[in-house]
């Protein structure tokens, strides 16, 4: 398994990611700087 990893800054194309991530409750339960549950995508678009 390789250790290939990039750091990019986000790009409009992430955000249908960025919701999905945002919605998963596991990562809700453990975000603290107040990002909503129901997060859609034209609304990641602005995060």
Known sequence: MGNNVA???WQSSDASAIATTINN??????LRDG????TQEKTAKNL
């Open 7 to 9: 750091i990019r800054a």
């Open 25 to 30: 409750r596991a990562v809700q339960d453990n």
């Open 35 to 38: 990002i909503r549950s129901h």
